[in-house]
């Protein structure tokens, strides 16, 4: 089932300097998911999240979301979008002062929700918010943004800085909240602790989105055979592990074989330059 599109890109292009992050960059966002977005560093991932809410503008091309340019920041579409930035500053006040100065921007906030993700997140709510820590403070903006009621979330690596048994919660209050009418966008490289969540995945490299698909896009496709000799340079893919090689087969042509993980179709697509 295809539900609205929540942003379009044609043709994008921005720079920092002389030299351009990205030139033509192309791509669409459906509704209704939970997207990857997955990179080497400097590949754009943060400064492609700011484009999106408004914070950059382009230079070149067209940008849409939810049908209007995010660089006018009218009222009426920031309200949807809500942002949280990998580094962010959180003032010298309660919970309450803070609420009270920012749920106005978001009329379909929803308090109830918010006391049970901060409930959930096991958060003093008592404290100032510039004497949690890190992670606390990452928890709270979570909660906040899933509360918020936004059509569109938009985090960047959301899960630095929290702990193990906070990782998990993140993903099943995350899960949690998703709906129809919702899109997340997420940018990690915590690959291994956002597998089961993310799915469409977009990838971007050198400056264009060489990949933007679900992932049985390729799992149904191929799988990992594990070989001891060295196989020759006409396979789709290897890697060098203990004991021999991996090798990535059409699963077909695999006798057995083991399913693609999340990391090594990562590899995969930056080595190819696009699904094999």
């Not at 300097?17 to 509704?31: D, I």
């Not at 958060?123 to 992670?135: E, H, K, N």
């Not at 799915?199 to 060489?210: C, F, R, S, T, W």
Request: proline share 4%.
């Amino acid at each position: 089932m295809q539900y609205p599109l929540v942003a379009e890109v044609t043709d994008l292009s921005f720079s920092y300097t002389q030299k351009p992050l990205f030139k033509e960059l192309s791509f669409s966002l459906e509704g209704g998911n939970i997207y990857g977005l997955l990179g080497k560093n400097g590949a754009g991932k943060s400064t492609l999240l700011k484009l999106l809410c408004g914070q950059l503008f382009a230079s070149a091309g067209s940008l849409s979301v939810f049908g209007e340019n995010p660089r006018c920041r009218r009222p009426s579409l920031l309200r949807e979008i809500f942002y949280l930035s990998e580094e962010f500053p959180l003032p010298r006040m309660t919970s309450s002062q803070y609420l009270s100065m920012l749920t106005p921007f978001y009329e379909r906030f929803d308090h109830e929700r918010f006391a049970h993700y901060a409930a959930e997140f096991s958060l003093d709510l008592t404290q100032r918010l510039s004497q949690m820590s890190l992670g606390e403070k990452k928890k709270y903006l979570l909660a906040f943004g899933l509360a918020s009621g936004c059509s569109l979330l938009i985090m960047d690596e959301p899960t630095n800085g929290l702990d193990i048994p906070s990782k998990r919660q993140f993903r099943q209050i995350v899960a949690s909240a998703m709906s129809e009418e919702r899109t997340f966008v997420i940018s990690t490289h915590q690959v291994r602790d956002m597998e089961a969540l993310i799915d469409p995945i977009i990838i971007l490299d050198q400056g264009k989105v060489i990949f933007n698909e679900r992932l049985d896009a390729l799992t149904d496709a191929y799988v990992l055979e594990h070989v001891s000799t060295e196989p020759d340079g006409d396979v789709l893919y290897s890697e060098k592990v203990l004991g021999g090689w991996m090798v990535l087969k059409r699963r077909g042509d695999a006798a057995g074989g083991q399913a693609l993980d999340l990391e090594t179709i990562f590899n995969i697509i930056v080595e190819k330059g696009g699904r094999p």
